[in-house]
């Protein structure tokens, strides 16, 4: 059974910062792009970055590039999302998925979801 667990977030004041993880089991983590999504209150789930599986590049949607860092640790089964600079407007509940190979945006592509965890920044 395939399993993602996030973890990390919690309440942090604009301009602080926060690692979350995201901790796989049940699959053959080297062989998945991971990626994280967040939706907001009231908004629709969105693609905040993505790490595909062999090569290990990375992508960021435009409102985090240069604040938010993905990394994974395949000997852990782990991938991290780094996030510095936080703003009031990244409070959001954060989730990590998986899809075999490459990262995609949409939200449908991936086939596994962990259960969320949330971000709150205050201003």
């Known amino acids: 059974q395939v399993r993602l667990v996030e973890s990390g977030g919690g309440l942090v004041q604009a301009g602080g910062s926060l690692r979350l993880s995201c901790a796989a089991s049940g699959l053959t983590f080297s062989t998945y792009a991971v990626g994280w999504f967040r939706q907001a209150p009231g908004k629709e789930r969105e693609f905040v970055s993505g790490?595909?599986?062999?090569?290990?590049?990375?992508y960021y949607a435009d409102s985090v590039k240069g604040r938010f860092t993905a990394s994974r640790d395949n000997a852990k089964n782990t991938v991290y999302l780094q996030m510095n600079g936080l703003k009031p407007e990244d409070t959001a509940v954060y989730y990590c998925a998986a899809r075999l190979w490459t990262t995609r945006i949409q939200i449908t592509e991936y086939d596994y979801w962990g259960q969320g965890t949330q971000v709150t920044v205050s201003s």
């Open positions: 790490l595909n599986s062999i090569n290990g590049n990375t």
